[in-house]
């Protein structure tokens, strides 16, 4: 498997900097490709002095927002890059170890069939994030949303949620399968 993980900056140059700085020392990682989204301030300058056969710098244009950015990069990767199977996609902001990321190659190497994974998501105090896995809306369940009479009742009788019960997932459950994961970090097979 050969990885790469894509960054998306926008202003905020030092902390991708610093990110892309403990990134360069994971062996598991096979490329780095920082995109620039147009940044107004030093960014491209200060991510300029990570470059090197490990760490690309993409620049867009303009600002073309987080979908377009991080698109940007994979066509990018795509078209340049045929070894690369699998992508990481990552907001700069985040904490990743190493090990984090070598669990996420296990489960695709485990589990052929993967599109794609993400690992559960902790906020600075250790407590994981509610929502770092989601359920699509359903027409249901945005009628239900609308309705706060509707949506007390249904909480209350049967359990409704527009979340997935996350504290029904055990510490050591390998897989929970939902229906998205969050654009901060999740892992993806280039192939499917």
């Not at 140059?13 to 892309?20: A, M, P, S």
């Not at 070894?83 to 984090?100: Q, R």
């Not at 994974?117 to 929502?131: L, M």
Request: one cysteine or more; glycine letters at 4%; aromatic letters at 12%.
């Amino acid at each position: 498997m050969k990885l790469a993980i894509v960054i998306l900056n926008y202003n905020d140059g030092l902390l991708t900097f610093e990110y892309v700085k403990k990134l360069i020392n994971y062996k598991c990682l096979d490329l780095i490709i920082i995109t620039d989204n147009g940044s107004t301030d030093d960014s491209v300058d200060i991510l300029q002095k990570l470059v090197s056969d490990k760490v690309i710098l993409l620049c867009t244009n303009n600002n073309i927002g987080y979908a377009k950015g991080n698109n940007f990069a994979l066509k990018y990767i795509s078209n340049n890059y045929k070894d690369i199977s699998h992508v990481i996609i990552s907001n700069p902001d985040i904490k990743v170890e190493e090990k984090t990321i070598i669990s996420l190659i296990n489960i695709f190497d485990k589990y052929e069939n993967m599109f794609a994974c993400t690992a559960e998501v902790y906020n600075n105090n250790g407590e994981r994030i509610k929502n770092f896995i989601y359920k699509v809306p359903t027409t249901f369940s945005l009628f239900v949303e609308s309705s706060p009479i509707i949506r007390t009742i249904l909480r209350k009788i049967f359990g409704f949620s527009k979340r997935y019960n996350l504290n029904k997932i055990k510490a050591n459950d390998e897989l929970f399968y939902g229906d998205a994961l969050p654009g901060c970090f999740f892992m993806a097979n280039m192939s499917k």
